[in-house]
């Protein structure tokens, strides 16, 4: 039993690992590639796209080990192969032919606000919002215990938010804040003592 708890966390870890890979990452080093990356990373495999001074390429024999990654981009008509490290918000990116003497770090871009976010109440009923942030604006809806309600009067201010829906009937006043990949809720009555956390679900 004990051997298969330790695998089953081992697994675990690196499936939260490359679920972490995924997403969209810009340099911010100043090596006037002005390179990105838009990623998905799917148990050891990666797919996604590599741009470099805009021109955009289709990764190619994208692979994930733990918190290491590999792939393949044609540069100059000749496909190349590069090599990163990730941790947390931060890629650090190679050239496999010259090692890590030009490597370049990208940072994650927060997708902000807008997502659906799935989570639960402080008493156990399923909560999912769908939200769209357009500047100080917040539309969408929210969905409990598989009830769908729309949005009104939303909007966003850094990184809080408040938005009235109507449930059980009454016309309710919802507050929140997020970070990355994380919000809490909460009814204004309540009072943020009883928030629900939700997860931004990644697609």
Not at 52 to 72: H, P, S
Not at 76 to 89: I, L, Q
Request: no cysteine.
């Amino acid at each position: 039993m004990l051997s298969v708890l330790f695998l089953t966390l081992i697994l675990s870890a690196d499936a939260a690992a490359q679920g972490s890979l995924t997403g969209k990452w810009e340099e911010t080093t100043g090596s006037g590639l002005n390179a990105a990356l838009n990623l998905t990373a799917s148990d050891t495999a990666l797919n996604g796209t590599f741009t470099i001074r805009g021109r955009t390429m289709t990764i190619a024999e994208g692979k994930v080990i733990k918190n290491t990654f590999t792939f393949k981009a044609a540069l100059e008509g000749e496909p190349e192969g590069f090599s990163g490290e990730f941790k947390g918000d931060e890629i650090v990116l190679a050239r496999d032919r010259n090692g890590r003497v030009d490597a370049i770090t990208l940072k994650r871009v927060s997708a902000g606000l807008t997502g659906k976010w799935q989570g639960q109440t402080p008493n156990g009923m399923s909560l999912t919002l769908d939200l769209t942030a357009n500047d100080r604006s917040l539309t969408g809806t929210l969905t409990r215990e598989g009830e769908a309600t729309p949005l009104s009067e939303g909007t966003v201010a850094k990184n809080a938010f408040s938005f009235k829906a109507t449930l059980n009937g009454e016309t309710e006043t919802i507050e929140g804040t997020w970070a990355n990949d994380e919000i809490k809720a909460w009814l204004t009555r309540q009072g943020p003592e009883r928030a629900a956390v939700l997860k931004r679900v990644v697609k």
